[in-house]
């Protein structure tokens, strides 16, 4: 089957998705400034150990073959290593995405013994003061250990995941060589303004004069560094980074949140993008084939504004969240478009009607006492 093939099957939607994000919780230590699911607090409302497993269950009966696990930080859910486990009995792989915190030497090891595991660490600059005015306080230097734990340990190949600001560009060498020196792999991901990054991206999202220099980069490395097929709107500069160039949502891709409500992509958690419960009569199962949303995107998408635009068998339009929460038409063109059209539309929707994420569970700012 050739590429150009294989992608239009994809575009038709699969029979289960090929790349399935579960966030567990909503709980998390830290409080990233770009956070998709402004994660900070648990809520009450999320699944229980014995749901998950029966959801798990399921993905198993639809020959799921591997799930990303996410939050909030996974870790904090005490049943965390419970449902890391049946998952694996299952013949379910895991990729999970972890701040570190609770890598500890002891933990590393178990999850060393364990197959069918890979590990993604998040770190976003290459030193404290880059890395940590996103992350927060001293996130670098719990990355870093997590790390040193996990390669003490014996666990191999794990991952550094990056999301690319415009602030740490300029490192790219030096994650790589940070990668290297662990024996990891470097995967890099484009900023959404999604979450909390919907209030950050005007300040984060790299310059039109950055995407180039990432493209060209990209271009150097990229067999090399994985980027979970985020930058496919670089296409339009020319050759045609590694990956596929579509935008997966819903018919190759989704989300379970921590509830068990199942979004079309994990970088658009809104109300507008929700297809369903894990809890509805018919489990995920029918949400994934039967839902109206997911129909809708197996659909044949219109160019729209881009129609007349030479470099859109390209780049598609780009990325389907990034539109939406700026505000965007999603037949429009994405708003880091290589050639300024997305830009010339940015902020023509007042801030105060740009949509916002469903549910906000970041922690309350502690109340400074002055005496």
């Not at 994809?10 to 998390?28: N, Q």
């Not at 993604?120 to 940590?132: C, F, H, K, P, R």
């Not at 930058?231 to 980074?241: D, K, Y």
């Not at 369903?276 to 029918?286: A, E, I, S």
Request: net charge negative.
């Amino acid at each position: 089957m050739s590429a150009e093939s294989l992608v239009a099957q994809m575009k038709s939607g699969l029979d289960a998705p090929i790349c399935l994000t579960w966030e567990l919780t909503y709980a998390c230590n830290l409080a990233c400034v770009h956070c998709l699911s402004s994660s900070g607090q648990r809520d009450e409302r999320e699944l229980s150990t014995e749901q998950a497993k029966a959801v798990l269950d399921e993905l198993r009966d639809l020959q799921v073959f591997y799930i990303n696990i996410g939050g909030g930080e996974p870790m904090v859910r005490r049943d965390f290593f419970e449902i890391l486990e049946h998952s694996i009995s299952n013949g379910i792989g895991v990729k999970f995405s972890t701040n570190g915190a609770f890598i500890d030497k002891k933990n590393a090891e178990r999850l060393a013994a364990m197959d069918y595991l890979d590990i993604q660490i998040s770190l976003d600059g290459t030193n404290a003061e880059v890395n940590d005015a996103v992350r927060g306080e001293g996130s670098y230097d719990t990355a870093i250990r997590a790390m040193e734990n996990l390669r003490d340990a014996g666990f191999g190949q794990f991952k550094i995941s990056v999301v690319v600001t415009r602030h740490n560009v300029d490192q790219l060498d030096e994650f790589k060589a940070l990668a290297d020196s662990f024996g990891a792999q470097l995967r890099i991901t484009r900023l959404r303004p999604a979450g909390r990054g919907a209030d950050t991206w005007n300040e984060l999202h790299p310059t039109n004069a950055q995407q180039r220099q990432i493209y060209d980069w990209l271009l150097a490395h990229g067999e090399n560094v994985l980027t979970g097929d985020s930058f496919f709107h670089l296409n339009a500069f020319g050759e045609s980074l590694p990956g596929l160039n579509m935008c997966g949502a819903g018919r190759v891709v989704c989300l379970i949140d921590p509830l068990g409500d199942v979004y079309a992509c994990p970088f658009v958690i809104h109300e507008d993008f929700k297809a369903g419960n894990v809890l509805d009569d018919g489990g995920f199962t029918k949400v994934w084939r039967a839902s109206d949303l997911f129909t809708e995107l197996r659909e044949p998408q219109s160019a729209g504004a881009c129609a007349s635009c030479g470099a859109f068998d390209a780049c598609q339009g780009g990325c389907m969240a990034a539109k939406f929460f700026t505000g965007i038409p999603l037949d429009g063109p994405d708003p880091e478009c290589v050639g300024g059209d997305g830009e010339k539309l940015l902020g023509a929707v007042p801030v105060a009607l740009l949509p916002r994420p469903s549910m906000d569970h970041s922690k309350p700012e502690r109340i400074k006492v002055t005496s």
